[in-house]
């Protein structure tokens, strides 16, 4: 049965009573765990928060905040829905759906009614007087009515006669009043005005989508609206990202993201386990000191591509990574040879539990670089979120939908290649304030000496 406001705290009210969840079951004919998070809802934020509001609003901001203690933070949806109140754990399994498949942005719908232009013609009063008077008025209404029939004839513009007749006042104006062209024309002013404030900000609007276009064309069509309004704002335009993700689906070139299955190189305990020593602990104060890595695989015809990289909790820099055609240990020794010098003495390496982290010689390498090893628990990918954000952006950005571009495997690597140098020296991030990966380090590396 669909539950009303009263219905809701009547089911907390009882159950504070001693009703159990099974009675309250039977007779409300709803599943219990529904009435649980009721109930717990109601002890956390009172019984008024069962009283269901019309279109509760949430800003876009707040849904961040809410959707990163999930994703980053590694809270639980039911935990994390509890302590916003929100009205079900499922709207915001909704919100991180809608999160992962929008290219990890926060897309707003628009609220309301468009509203309408209401045409309030104004009558011109005609006041006494004298017959001198009235012929002067005569005269130069026919006068105006007469430019206006000249640019009639001048203006061959596939537009609406709203337009027409506004660009007709426009280039009137300064020569005859403005309430003699109006009434000619038939036009009200309040559709005078609403036409040409439309048309100064189309025209103001023109050089922001000409900006907009550079900035992804230049980046390959990868950037959501978020990431153009930095880049916007870096150019010297006064925007807000709302304008600028209107403008992105006007033009059509607003990025997207296209899921796939995960690869898994797990195949049991085959080696020594290390402990998780991040504990979803991701982000790093200082460079070097913890540090993620995993691999993944791209398909391209019968053949396939594997990615190992390290990135950096500090600037999601990627510091080292090996492309190979096989996940073999080869790929590892490889990426972990590039790690040179005693910079990475008491670094954090955080992996899953595949079989390559469990194997003895690369735990040995690991040791003799003084690196310490951390993993994830099994079956919890959670547990590395930042590795997987950083695949879930890479693939969006340079293999979903453009799988068919690449004539080979050699061609995908060459583009793997590319966009990793691409994303650590020229791609910007919302949360190192506009700079890339490479550029934020530079900024701050007198910080760490």
Same mark, same amino acid.
């Given at each position: 049965?669909?539950?009303?406001?009263?219905?809701?705290?009547?089911?907390?009210?009882?159950?504070?009573?001693?009703?159990?969840?099974?009675?309250?079951?039977?007779?409300?004919?709803?599943?219990?765990?529904?009435?649980?998070?009721?109930?717990?809802?109601?002890?956390?934020?009172?019984?008024?928060?069962?009283?269901?509001?019309?279109?509760?609003?949430?800003?876009?901001?707040?849904?961040?905040?809410?959707?990163?203690?999930?994703?980053?933070?590694?809270?639980?949806?039911?935990?994390?829905?509890?302590?916003?109140?929100?009205?079900?754990?499922?709207?915001?399994?909704?919100?991180?759906?809608?999160?992962?498949?929008?290219?990890?942005?926060?897309?707003?719908?628009?609220?309301?009614?468009?509203?309408?232009?209401?045409?309030? #013609? %104004?009558? *011109? !009063?005609?006041?006494? $007087?004298?017959?001198? /008077?009235?012929?002067?008025?005569?005269?130069? &209404?026919? @006068?105006?009515?007469?430019?206006?029939?000249?640019?009639?004839?001048?203006?061959?513009?596939?537009?609406?006669?709203?337009?027409?007749?506004?660009?007709?006042?426009?280039?009137?104006?300064?020569?005859?009043?403005?309430?003699?062209?109006?009434?000619?024309?038939?036009?009200?002013?309040?559709?005078?005005?609403?036409?040409?404030?439309?048309?100064?900000?189309?025209?103001? #609007? %023109?050089? *922001? !989508?000409?900006?907009? $276009?550079?900035?992804? /064309?230049?980046?390959?069509?990868?950037?959501? &609206?978020? @990431?153009?309004?930095?880049?916007?704002?870096?150019?010297?335009?006064?925007?807000?990202?709302?304008?600028?993700?209107?403008?992105?689906?006007?033009?059509?070139?607003?990025?997207?993201?296209?899921?796939?299955?995960?690869?898994?190189?797990?195949?049991?305990?085959?080696?020594?386990?290390?402990?998780?020593?991040?504990?979803?602990?991701?982000?790093?104060?200082?460079?070097?000191? %913890?540090?993620?890595?995993?691999?993944?695989?791209?398909?391209?015809?019968?053949?396939?591509?594997?990615?190992?990289?390290?990135?950096?909790?500090?600037?999601?820099?990627?510091?080292?990574?090996?492309?190979?055609?096989?996940?073999?240990?080869?790929?590892?020794?490889?990426?972990?040879?590039?790690?040179?010098?005693?910079?990475?003495?008491?670094?954090?390496?955080?992996?899953?539990?595949?079989?390559?982290?469990?194997?003895?010689?690369?735990?040995?390498?690991?040791?003799?670089?003084?690196?310490?090893?951390?993993?994830?628990?099994?079956?919890?990918?959670?547990?590395?979120?930042?590795?997987?954000?950083?695949?879930?952006?890479?693939?969006?950005?340079?293999?979903?939908?453009?799988?068919?571009?690449?004539?080979?495997?050699?061609?995908?690597?060459?583009?793997?290649?590319?966009?990793?140098?691409?994303?650590?020296?020229?791609?910007?991030?919302?949360?190192?304030?506009?700079?890339?990966?490479?550029?934020?380090?530079?900024?701050?590396?007198?910080?760490?000496?």
């Amino acid at each position: 049965m669909k539950l009303t406001d009263e219905n809701r705290i009547e089911i907390y009210r009882l159950k504070k009573g001693g009703y159990t969840y099974k009675e309250l079951s039977k007779k409300f004919e709803i599943d219990p765990s529904n009435m649980k998070y009721m109930v717990k809802l109601a002890d956390l934020h009172g019984e008024t928060v069962l009283i269901k509001g019309k279109n509760n609003y949430y800003p876009p901001e707040l849904k961040l905040d809410i959707i990163n203690e999930v994703l980053i933070l590694g809270h639980s949806i039911k935990s994390t829905s509890l302590k916003y109140a929100l009205p079900n754990p499922t709207l915001l399994s909704n919100w991180i759906s809608k999160f992962k498949e929008n290219g990890y942005n926060i897309l707003e719908k628009p609220r309301g009614r468009t509203s309408k232009m209401k045409n309030n #013609n %104004k009558k *011109i !009063e005609k006041n006494e $007087l004298s017959k001198v /008077e009235q012929l002067e008025k005569e005269l130069e &209404y026919l @006068r105006a009515e007469n430019a206006v029939l000249k640019k009639l004839r001048e203006i061959r513009l596939k537009q609406s006669q709203t337009k027409k007749k506004t660009k007709i006042v426009e280039e009137l104006k300064e020569t005859h009043r403005l309430n003699i062209l109006l009434k000619i024309l038939g036009l009200s002013r309040s559709s005078y005005y609403y036409t040409k404030n439309k048309e100064d900000k189309d025209k103001k #609007n %023109k050089n *922001i !989508e000409e900006a907009i $276009l550079l900035i992804q /064309e230049k980046n390959k069509y990868r950037y959501g &609206y978020r @990431r153009i309004t930095l880049e916007l704002k870096n150019m010297g335009f006064i925007v807000n990202h709302k304008k600028v993700l209107r403008l992105t689906r006007k033009l059509g070139v607003l990025s997207f993201v296209r899921p796939t299955k995960k690869y898994n190189s797990y195949k049991g305990e085959i080696g020594k386990i290390a402990d998780n020593i991040i504990a979803r602990d991701f982000f790093a104060s200082e460079p070097l000191k %913890k540090c993620y890595t995993d691999v993944t695989q791209f398909k391209i015809g019968e053949d396939r591509v594997y990615l190992a990289p390290i990135i950096d909790g500090y600037n999601a820099e990627i510091i080292a990574y090996n492309i190979s055609f096989s996940p073999n240990m080869e790929q590892q020794y490889e990426m972990l040879s590039q790690l040179q010098d005693n910079r990475y003495d008491g670094m954090i390496i955080h992996s899953d539990q595949g079989w390559q982290y469990q194997h003895i010689t690369y735990r040995q390498i690991l040791k003799a670089k003084g690196i310490k090893q951390s993993m994830s628990r099994k079956g919890t990918s959670a547990d590395n979120a930042f590795m997987e954000s950083f695949f879930g952006v890479l693939k969006s950005e340079m293999y979903y939908g453009f799988e068919n571009t690449f004539k080979n495997k050699y061609e995908l690597k060459e583009a793997i290649i590319d966009y990793i140098k691409y994303y650590n020296e020229e791609r910007i991030k919302l949360n190192l304030g506009g700079l890339s990966p490479v550029n934020y380090r530079k900024i701050n590396r007198n910080k760490y000496k």
